[in-house]
């Protein structure tokens, strides 16, 4: 299988997307949250304590400046253990895993949690897909500006289940900023789904995708899809990369086939190594 995107770089672009997201928050927001961070070489890892689905408390970039080795994996398990977390994921690539993994992995208690497929598209390369679904007539897709922010950050969060107030000021502090370009699909003047795009030089990350439980089924996030694929080719980037869950054989995820319907391709399953406290 061709892999469209160097599997390091997709690696790497995922983490700092979400290491920039949370830590756009302000100062009083980030110590509220329990906000922390660390970088072992390339490799960032994130916590959020106060956030009881463990979701935001990640770690990745393992293999993208050098090979994994049992420190480095130790040292992001220390940094779970000094934040006081019950529990941190890390998510390494399967071409990057070292070949005495299980071994590593066995000895530093880790345990083989849920999948993710990763996906990529390259932006130089990659036809423009076509025969994506329209719009309902009186919708519209658009760039969100910060007098927008909250609402668009509510609908993000909330969809996700993520209600508390300093999460959605978190997502809310993130849109405007220069790496990143947040998208909205209105219907009316009322804000039914949400998407986001980060951008790092060479590579963009397609970041939270959501739609309003009563809005699916109406092109919602094929739009945002097409949108965000614009404004990364506009911005330079040569790739861009997305995860969702992974489906089993019995299984249809909606996510997995918009992105892929966009033109993107799966590229391999990573699993969650999951460390508990």
């Not at 009881?52 to 990640?58: A, G, L």
């Not at 895993?97 to 390369?125: F, H, I, N, V």
Request: overall charge negative; glycine content about 10%.
């Amino acid at each position: 299988m061709t892999i469209p995107v160097p599997c390091d770089i997709a690696e790497l672009t995922e983490i700092m997307a979400y290491a920039d997201f949370a830590t756009s928050a302000p100062a009083s927001v980030q110590e509220a949250l329990g906000l922390g961070t660390v970088h072992t070489g390339a490799t960032q890892a994130l916590v959020i304590r106060e956030e009881p689905s463990h979701f935001f408390n990640r770690a990745g970039g393992f293999g993208t400046d050098r090979p994994i080795t049992v420190e480095d994996v130790s040292q992001v398990c220390d940094f779970y253990r000094e934040q006081g977390v019950a529990q941190g994921s890390l998510m390494i690539a399967p071409p990057l895993l070292p070949p005495d993994w299980d071994a590593a992995a066995s000895k530093l208690g880790l345990t083989e949690g849920s999948r993710y497929t990763k996906l990529g598209r390259d932006l130089e390369t990659a036809p423009t897909p076509t025969g994506l679904p329209v719009l309902d007539p009186g919708w519209r897709v658009g760039v969100v500006d910060v007098q927008q922010a909250r609402e668009w950050a509510t609908v993000l969060m909330t969809t996700f289940g993520f209600t508390a107030p300093d999460l959605i000021e978190m997502a809310a502090s993130c849109v405007g900023k220069a790496n990143w370009r947040q998208y909205a699909v209105w219907a009316g003047e009322r804000i039914v789904a949400v998407g986001s795009v980060f951008f790092d030089a060479d590579c963009a990350h397609m970041f939270a995708g959501a739609t309003l439980p009563d809005a699916r089924g109406h092109g919602a996030q094929s739009a945002l899809l097409a949108a965000r694929l614009r404004a990364a080719a506009d911005e330079g980037c040569r790739w861009i990369v997305a995860e969702t869950g992974a489906a089993g054989p019995a299984e249809h995820n909606p996510s997995l086939h918009n992105l892929v319907r966009a033109g993107f391709e799966p590229m391999y399953d990573r699993a969650n190594w999951l460390w508990r406290a």
